[in-house]
């Protein structure tokens, strides 16, 4: 539920830059959702569901989509040029801020894709959604994200760690940011 506040996203988005089209997920993405998201890497260091089948694919998009109506969160797919999706970014407001996260598929992994959607849809956070930071939550070990947000200009933030449990597994994130310009 958003609130007066939050003003609610728009039902269809679709950015464009950094050679890369995020757009929203379709039912014809389905087919394609596994073979990216059932990855032991992706079990590893995100929230995502494991094992990842065209069940969890269904209900991803299902989620996605009352995510949106509810003004929380965006979760577009990252593409070259609309078509076939190579991963996703998502972008949500939170109480500690407009947090980015991204997963790429295995097979689309060393181009860069990370990095770019990462950048466009910062650039969508400030100029569309007037954030004035944004910020990505993740695991000092995971020497990719860690090299994702180096990359893309984000900061270290001298903040405490978030700890928890996913999975059976404890995790503590960093929080870095990336301020408006």
Known sequence: MTSSATPPFPQHIELTGEGLVLRDWTEDDLAAMPGLFDHPDIAHWTPIVSPFDAEAARARLVKARQLRADGTA????????????????????????????????????????????????????????????????????????????????????????????????????????????
């Open 74 to 181: 965006v979760l577009l797919a990252i593409t070259l040029d609309g078509g076939a999706p190579l991963g996703e970014v998502m972008l949500r407001r939170a109480p500690e801020g407009t947090e980015l996260g991204y997963a790429v598929g295995p097979a689309h992994r060393g181009q860069g894709l990370a990095g770019r959607a990462v950048r466009v849809m910062a650039a969508y956070a400030f100029e569309e959604l007037g954030a004035d930071r944004v910020i990505l939550e993740l695991e000092a070990e995971n020497a990719a994200s860690v090299a994702v947000a180096t990359a893309t200009g984000f900061r270290l933030l001298g903040v405490p760690l978030i700890e928890g449990e996913e999975k059976g597994r404890p995790y503590a994130l960093q929080t870095w940011a990336l301020d408006r310009s």
